[in-house]
T-cell receptor
């Protein structure tokens, strides 16, 4: 079957770095998305990876290894506003999105 | 875990016709369901929020007569695109929560609509 796994919750300190991992199993693969979602708000697009490697966008970077079915989202210089849920979603060969349950990131001063 | 399904997964229709998309929560009661549209740059735009048994709340700029939403039961919400036009072609995604909008949302796989 198709599946996405990511940790349920993580805690980190303001100013530090945190890595949120995501592993996926899909029928075919057409890319992996990361979204940020604050409680009560719509998800915000962070990144899309379809080729192996690291893509950096400011304080956020996303990495993909297709052979390992693995991705991570790296957040640097954490700020309190980064407290949110981070959703990982893989697109299968039918262009359907398989969603992870989200990782709740708690930032402490 | 909570599962949300959508049907159909993809649909092609002629301009001027109406298309209905279903969103179902398979193993929980969805008090609130959300409908999103994914744009080419991958961003998700919230179209509307629906609560079971009441009228949907539409976001600014979304035509409620164009995008009809019905949340008739705690496990089913439907989005009907009326008189569809090519510019309505998009990827429509629903999500559901057992609580209010501040609770964890579980997302459906999406429905790809192509209007010719």
């Amino acid at each position: 079957g198709q599946n996405i796994d990511q940790p349920t919750e993580m805690t980190a300190t303001e100013g530090a770095i945190v890595q949120i991992n995501c592993t996926y199993q899909t029928s075919g693969f057409n890319g992996l998305f990361w979204y940020q979602q604050h409680a009560g708000e719509a998800p915000t697009f962070l990144s899309y990876n379809v080729l192996d490697g690291l893509e950096e966008k400011g304080r956020f970077s996303s990495f993909l290894s297709r052979s390992k079915g693995y991705s991570y989202l790296l957040l640097k210089e954490l700020q309190m506003k980064d407290s949110a849920s981070y959703l990982c979603a893989a697109m299968d060969s039918n262009y359907q999105l398989i969603w992870g349950a989200g990782t709740k990131l708690i930032i402490k001063p | 875990g909570a599962v949300v399904s959508q049907h159909p997964s993809r649909v092609i229709c002629k301009s001027g016709t109406s298309v209905k998309i279903e969103c179902r929560s398979l193993d929980f009661q969805a008090t609130t369901m959300f409908w999103y549209r994914q744009f080419p740059k991958k961003s998700l735009m919230l179209m509307a929020t629906s609560n079971e048994g009441s009228k949907a709340t539409y976001e600014q700029g979304v035509e409620k007569d164009k995008f009809l939403i019905n949340h008739a039961s705690l496990t089913l919400s439907t989005l009907t695109v009326t008189s569809a036009h090519p510019e309505d072609s998009s990827f429509y995604i629903c999500s559901a929560t057992s609580g209010d909008s501040r609770e964890t949302q579980y997302f459906g796989p999406g429905t790809r609509l192509l209007v010719l």
